[in-house]
């Protein structure tokens, strides 16, 4: 039996006695993730669930460093997917893993490696008892802050124990910190640069020697550990730096980036929005490809800080703000299932205007900006949707001074009564037939977003009236 042990056979194997006779073979930490990833890829199967726009640059570089053993940095900006990477790293760990029972180092029971361990092996030898810990409980993460105190990450004296009678030399005295507690596991470290120089220094030892040094103690730990990092570049020269030394201990030093394809950027938003429950409001496939095409161009706009990034949590804040607006019009006005609507973006935008950073002297013209880059954005989806339709019979029944109102707070079936009849002319079906629309609330998302396109072309006027929108 290897150590990844079915769990109808672990319930068993409560002694040191009993992992023997199974014939269990410890694996060190890496070996184990190198095998877990190798197997997976020979069976096909995606070690990577949930990331997307990754495939064919950064992924390749973690897998060929989790293979060759490697620490690993993620360098990159905001929102790219640093910590949803690090936290699937979990899955390549086995399932259940065994532990000595009560250990605080949670050490393999084959490889005790503290003093109290070593001592109960030394005592009990095969009736050691064992516990399993799941895969979820070896991944601990922490947000570098500049308060991280040496305590924190690696260890101190722990007065209480001293308190109890031992002395300051003994070295059960010790409180370990989390990367020890880590050990057989991996610890992720968000935002390092954010560390002060000094508590880099005290990890030194823990990614290249493999121990840890604690105050004035004498004490060797060969830890078992793999030390994952993210880093935003700019960090560098903002609020801190990873100190060279430091740095240099990283076997792997990788670039992320935001999705290259603009239907990677869709499926972010499509896997990250909480778009609610009961009721859960719909945002059409179209709205969610403008917010993916709006991020895109903001990402691309040189009035953009883009030291900064525009993050895909943007876009995903952007999707869930436009399923509220839909959720408070369908509470207010007594709609049964909430659909959001074109006339939602532009509350959105009001709302997340302030996450985009501008460059210096282009804070005051942020609101056009944002404006500007979000029609272009719809423009851009319209042309692509509608490439076919003649949407003419619509023009030609506004002529006439005919208007058409919507809203954020007007009702599906208001804005549907209040539109023109097209004689002789199935323009409106076509249309919805085209936005896989069927119902009241997706015929009216579909039907405003053709006027939106009508006036994006300049074939039609479009005019704010205090809360409402006049088309004619």
């Known amino acids: 039996m290897s150590e990844r042990t079915d769990i109808t056979d672990i319930t068993t194997i409560n002694t040191l006695r009993d992992l023997r006779a199974a014939g269990h073979v410890q694996k060190s930490l890496r070996a184990e993730i190198r095998d877990n990833l190798l197997t997976a890829l020979r069976d096909g199967r995606d070690p990577w669930p949930g990331l997307h726009g990754l495939a064919d640059t950064v992924i390749p570089q973690v897998e060929r460093a989790l293979i060759a053993g490697h620490d690993i940095v993620l360098l990159g900006e905001r929102g790219q997917g640093k910590t949803r990477l690090l936290r699937t790293l979990v899955g390549l760990l086995d399932e ?12 393999h029971p084959f490889n005790p490696i503290g003093p109290e361990s070593r001592r109960r092996a030394a005592e009990l030898g095969d009736d050691l008892p064992v516990a399993w810990i799941h895969r979820d409980e070896r991944y601990a993460e922490k947000l570098a802050t500049p308060d991280t105190s040496v305590g924190d990450l690696i260890g101190d004296v722990d007065p209480m124990k001293v308190a109890e009678g031992r002395s300051l030399g003994d070295p059960e005295t010790i409180h370990y910190g989390l990367i020890p507690r880590s050990h057989r596991g991996i610890v992720a470290i968000n935002e390092l640069p954010d560390l002060a120089e000094r508590i880099q220094v005290a990890m030194l030892n823990v990614m290249e020697e493999r ?17 994952v990092a993210s880093a935003n570049p700019e960090d560098y020269t ?6 060279t030394p430091l740095k240099d201990r990283f076997g792997a030093e990788i670039r992320t980036h935001y999705p290259v394809a603009l239907d990677d950027e869709i499926a972010v938003i499509r896997q990250e929005a909480d778009l609610g429950t009961d009721p859960r409001a719909e945002v059409p496939d179209y709205l ?24 895909a949590r943007f876009a995903i804040a952007g999707a869930e703000t436009i399923a509220a607006a839909a959720v408070h019009r369908a509470a207010r006005h007594g709609e049964d299932r909430p ?5 939602d973006l532009e509350t959105a935008v009001d709302v997340l205007g302030g996450k985009v950073e501008f460059e210096s002297g282009e804070e005051d013209r ?39 109102n919507t809203g954020e707070q007007m009702t599906a079936a208001d804005f549907l009564a209040g539109l023109p009849d097209i004689p002789g002319s199935d323009l409106y079906d076509r249309i919805c037939q085209r936005l896989d629309a069927v119902d009241d609330g997706q015929r009216a998302a579909a039907l405003e977003f053709a006027l939106e396109a009508l006036f994006l072309s300049r074939r039609i006027d479009k005019e704010i009236v205090g809360g409402d929108t006049v088309y004619g």
């Open 288 to 311: 969610v490809e403008i917010l993916a095409r709006f991020t895109r161009a903001l990402r691309d706009s040189s009035s953009v800080d883009q030291r900064s990034g525009v993050s």
């Open 339 to 343: 659909v959001a609507r074109p006339v």
């Open 238 to 243: 903002n609020r801190g730096r990873i100190i």
């Open 211 to 227: 121990d840890i040094q604690i105050r004035g103690y004498i004490l060797r730990l060969p830890l078992d550990v793999l030390v």
């Open 366 to 404: 942020a609101d056009d900006i944002l404006d500007h880059l979000l029609r272009t954005a719809t423009a851009a989806t319209a042309r692509a949707l509608f490439r076919g339709i003649d949407l003419e019979p619509l023009v030609a029944a506004l002529d006439g001074g005919t208007l058409i």
């Open 96 to 107: 259940w893993t065994p532990v000595i029972a009560g250990s605080e180092l949670r050490e």
